[in-house]
């Protein structure tokens, strides 16, 4: 990790590359909608023992829901499609019965890209966008019309608890071929210790993709060349 030596040692910690801040939304809208969609006030089910879901926002218990799978898909909906605030982080806690919205300031987000049926949204056509500025009907694209657009996501440490990241976009060619029967790897010949590990042959249910994997790193520890040729403490010097 990408930590300084001596006093701060772990308290300080570098931010990775593409990786922001929340700035904050108002919860107003995010309340409303919840109210509109079969939210149920505490008072009338304080002491009923159906299977409810405890929804909080910010942390404040605002309710219960009954079907919560429905709810988390439908907020998550509206956020690809920027009807509510792109930073706004929606966790499912199946085990504990509890579904968390945030919407406040200071929480680290990073982008990765939407994966849907095993398949990238982003296509071609968004590379060629990208690199025009601008879509073929002349409307200005870039990285917010990415965000805004469904493409990219950004996910809180919260939110990329309840998610399957693949490393790369083979990884969803491979789980495409496996649902279709295929065996990819079965040419694969010798083992060859250099050959990056695959994902578990029964990853069928990718939610997302990472822009690229050395994401992970902050600035300093991605301009160190082969960092998996040194001795790991030598990597923390030279980040710190």
Known sequence: AETPEGQACGLVKNLALMACISVGSFSGPVIEFL?????????????????????????????????????????????????ISTEVSVVRDIREREMRVYTDAGRVCRPLFIVEDQQLILQKK??????????????????????????????????????????????????????????????????????????????????????????ILGVCASIIPFPDHNQSPRNTYQSA
Do not use: Y
Request: proline share 3%; glycine share 8%.
């Open 35 to 83: 109210e509109e969609w079969g939210l149920e006030s505490l008072e009338e089910n304080a002491h009923s023992s159906t299977t409810f879901t405890k929804v909080f926002v910010n942390g404040v218990w605002i309710g219960v829901h009954r079907d919560a799978a429905n709810l988390v898909k439908t907020l998550k909906r509206l956020r690809r499609r920027d009807d």
């Open 126 to 215: 968004h590379i060629r966008w990208l690199n025009n500025g601008l879509d073929d009907e002349g409307h200005e694209f870039k990285w917010e019309q990415l965000v805004k657009g469904g493409i990219i996501e950004l996910l809180d440490a919260e939110e990329e608890e309840t998610v399957m990241i693949s490393m790369t976009p083979e990884d969803l060619e491979t789980s495409r071929l496996q649902q279709k029967g295929i065996d990819p790897h079965v040419n694969d010949g010798d083992f060859d210790p250099a050959a990056r590990l695959k994902a578990g042959t029964h990853a069928h249910t990718w939610t997302h993709c990472e822009i690229h994997p050395s994401m």
